[in-house]
């Protein structure tokens, strides 16, 4: 059989593999906030890697500094004690290069500008994206799901919509890591289902880093590679659960006994956190 041949029928993975430098790397990170009822430490001695390329979930009940991460690794907020290094260098630096897409809980569209305008504003401002670096924002939304929807205004739009034009957003700088914070948290669960899938497609084609903050044990199962614990008062590192689960995921799978008995284990560390 000609070689061509062989290397056609090789079984891939489609998961992106996973390269051993780290795109986050947080060591001994604290983070105290000063308030008029005293100082409240968000986050504790956190010692965290995440691999380039990889996909961690982070779960833990309210208050536990889940989004205080996110903001320190984004560089929207710096550690009391400890140091942070993104993509190689300090959060600044990663920011300033646009290295990093962020997606909240509120799409946060401008009501104004149509789907398309939405998607690129971030080409628009602040200088546009690096040079060579600006994807197609057609293509995005076409990864989407929402070729057709160009023209169209957010309020046209149901929420699961304007969701993924903030993720088309987000990836419109092609971000070496992204950071999502509950986005999917006010969805119904069949679009949240669906939301899912289409997100692990997206990463699988793009190879970015994403860090991915949930309350939904099932979402952090289904999504991370990893799923990190953390506890609360002080925030801090209760358990990396690794998840091995085969690809591609599929909402199905969540039936199996794999998935369950992975659910149970994240379920058992949460009620300790
Ligand atoms: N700017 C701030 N000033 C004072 N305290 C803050 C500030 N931001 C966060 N905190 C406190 O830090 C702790 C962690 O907050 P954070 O928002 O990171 O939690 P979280 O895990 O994201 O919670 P949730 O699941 O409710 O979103 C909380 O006790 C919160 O009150
Ligand atoms: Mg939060």
């Not at 891939?12 to 000063?34: G, I, M, W, Y």
């Not at 809980?105 to 060579?132: F, I, M, S």
């Not at 590679?225 to 506890?231: C, E, G, K, S």
């Not at 909402?251 to 949460?270: D, G, K, N, Y």
Request: charged share 25%; glycine share 8%; hydrophobic share 40%.
């Amino acid at each position: 059989m000609a070689l061509a041949a062989l290397e056609r029928d090789r079984p891939r993975s489609v998961v992106t593999p996973l390269k051993t430098e780290a795109a986050v790397d947080l060591s001994q990170v604290c983070v105290r906030f000063t308030t008029e009822r005293g100082t409240i430490t968000a986050l504790e001695g956190i010692d965290l890697k995440v691999p380039t390329g990889g996909f961690l979930t982070l779960l833990g009940p309210s208050g536990c500094g889940k989004s205080t991460l996110l903001r320190v690794v984004a560089d929207i907020l710096q550690p009391s004690s400890g140091t942070a290094t993104v993509l190689g260098g300090p959060p600044a630096a990663a920011r300033s290069r646009r290295d990093i897409g962020f997606v909240f809980q509120d799409a946060a569209l401008l009501p104004w500008r149509t789907v398309l305008e939405n998607v690129t504003l971030p080409l628009e401002v602040g200088g546009g994206a690096p040079k060579g670096r600006a994807r197609d924002p057609r293509e995005l939304l076409e990864l989407v799901g929402l070729s057709g929807w160009e023209k169209a205004f957010p309020h046209e739009l149901s929420g699961g919509m304007r969701q993924r034009v903030s993720i088309a957003r987000a990836l419109v700088s092609s971000p070496k890591l992204l950071l999502m914070d509950e986005p999917f948290g006010a969805l119904d669960e069949i679009t949240r289902d669906r939301l899912n899938e289409e997100l692990l497609s997206v990463w699988e084609r793009t190879g970015t880093t994403i860090l991915f903050v949930t309350h939904s044990i099932y979402e952090a199962a289904f999504l991370g590679q990893q799923v990190l614990l953390l506890a609360a008062r002080p925030g801090r590192v209760q358990e990396l659960v690794p998840v091995d689960l085969p690809s591609p995921r599929r909402i199905a799978m969540r039936e199996t006994p794999q998935f369950v008995s992975l659910v149970t284990r994240l379920r058992s560390v949460l009620e300790i956190c």
